[in-house]
């Protein structure tokens, strides 16, 4: 398995606070992807990352902003959560070494009561 | 914009069946295809991917898939299916033209009974 983790694993949290979910890659990849799962959604991608301090937005977006200060971190903000935004999150990596195959990481459940 | 069609949510098989789970693709460009697998509470595995040659791909654990460009099909089949193959299945696009993110179907669930 690729050299992802994702920091918390389980997270329940009131609305209207902030969270910040981490994703920590050790493989030294270029590019990182969150996304969010959600039954009959499939997986979405909420902001992507092309190198230290490039990131853009993806599909769903709104409501959660991203920053990488150094290339093995990658992480993800609600800034005032919703419960629209319980999912479960999964952080991605991919690399032109590996013909841009991306790689998951083990998720982080989320949940905004 | 670019989107993927799965066309069974949820699909039920006896074991040793064989399975074919449908993938279209909306973009008229050139692709990188993917097919990815999640088992019960684990995260996505890549089972299978199509960059160039070959149309007819073949991937872990018995699967392939077929990559069919007049009809932007990427079906994904096995000839025998096992209780462990219970799982979701994800198909997946994007362009080439560098690192683009991909572009997930929303997913088939896949029931193997005994």
């Known amino acids: 398995d690729a050299g992802i983790t994702q920091s918390p694993r389980h997270k329940v949290t009131e609305t209207g606070t902030p969270v910040t979910l981490r994703c920590h890659q050790t493989?030294?990849?270029?590019?990182m992807y969150w996304y969010r799962q959600d039954p009959g959604h499939g997986l979405r991608l909420i902001h992507y990352?092309?190198?230290?301090?490039?990131?853009d937005k993806g599909e769903v977006s709104d409501g959660y902003s991203v920053s990488r200060s150094k290339t093995e971190d990658f992480l993800l903000t609600l800034e005032s959560a919703t419960s629209s935004q319980t999912s479960v999150y999964f952080c991605?990596?991919?690399?032109?070494?590996?013909?841009?195959?991306?790689?998951f990481g083990p998720g982080t459940r989320l949940t905004v009561t | 914009a670019q989107s993927v069609s799965q066309h069974n949510h949820h699909v039920i098989l006896s074991e040793a069946a064989s399975l074919e789970l449908g993938c279209n693709y909306s973009?008229?460009?050139?692709?990188?295809l993917f097919w990815y697998v999640q088992y019960p509470g684990q995260h996505l595995q890549l089972l299978l991917k199509?960059?160039?040659?070959?149309?007819l791909v073949k991937g872990i654990k018995g699967f392939e898939a077929e990559f069919i460009k007049s009809k932007f099909s990427f079906n994904l089949r096995k000839p025998s299916v096992q209780w462990s193959d219970t799982a979701e299945y994800f198909c997946?696009?994007?362009?080439?033209?560098?690192?683009?993110?991909?572009?997930f179907g929303k997913g088939t669930r896949l029931s193997v009974i005994a």
């Open positions: 990352s092309y190198g230290v301090k490039d990131t």
């Open positions: 991605a990596i991919s690399d032109s070494r590996g013909d841009y195959e991306q790689y």
């Open positions: 493989e030294n990849h270029r590019y």
């Open positions: 199509y960059f160039s040659g070959d149309p």
């Open positions: 997946a696009v994007n362009r080439i033209s560098g690192n683009t993110p991909l572009v």
């Open positions: 973009y008229g460009g050139t692709v990188n």
